[in-house]
């Protein structure tokens, strides 16, 4: 058998304030990915002071990052998923529809939030 490939990172707010710590097991991950997924809805949830957060605006230029927009059917599924779990939270839920989507090892503070939309997610908890 082969190397594994590595998997795309998917990051929720408390991901990006791990980075904002400097967090060295998130950055060495962040590091290793080949690819970085944030939803907007993550991006508005912890952006402030970009003048305060260099390491934020530098992770979010970064060249494997993607920003992924709330588009309709992006939204739908959101939206979807927050009804069948009984949740109202627009950007857990769409760290998880993105999460699913990408199949995505995802980087969060709050994993009890995320394993009530979605208990089979892969977490890595900062």
């Known amino acids: 058998m082969g ?15 791990a980075i904002e710590r400097a967090d060295r097991r998130i950055v ?18 912890v952006w ?7 390491r934020l605006v530098r992770v979010l230029r970064a060249d ?4 992924a927009a709330l588009d309709g059917t992006e939204a739908r599924a959101v939206g979807h998923l927050c009804g069948a779990s009984g949740t109202t939270d627009i950007a ?13 090892l995802t980087v969060t503070s709050n994993p009890d939030d995320l394993r009530r ?3 089979s997610l892969d977490l890595v908890i900062c």
Request: hydrophobic share 50%; proline share 10%; no cysteine.
């Open 28 to 45: 060495r991950l962040l590091e290793l990915a080949e690819q970085v997924f944030v939803p907007g809805a993550v991006v508005a949830q």
């Open 117 to 119: 939309l979605d208990p």
């Open 48 to 54: 402030r002071n970009p003048a305060r957060q260099v």
């Open 3 to 17: 190397a594994q490939r590595p998997r795309p990172v998917v990051l929720d707010a408390g991901g990006l304030i």
């Open 64 to 67: 494997p990052v993607v920003i």
């Open 92 to 104: 857990d839920a769409s760290v998880v529809v993105l999460a699913r989507r990408v199949n995505g």
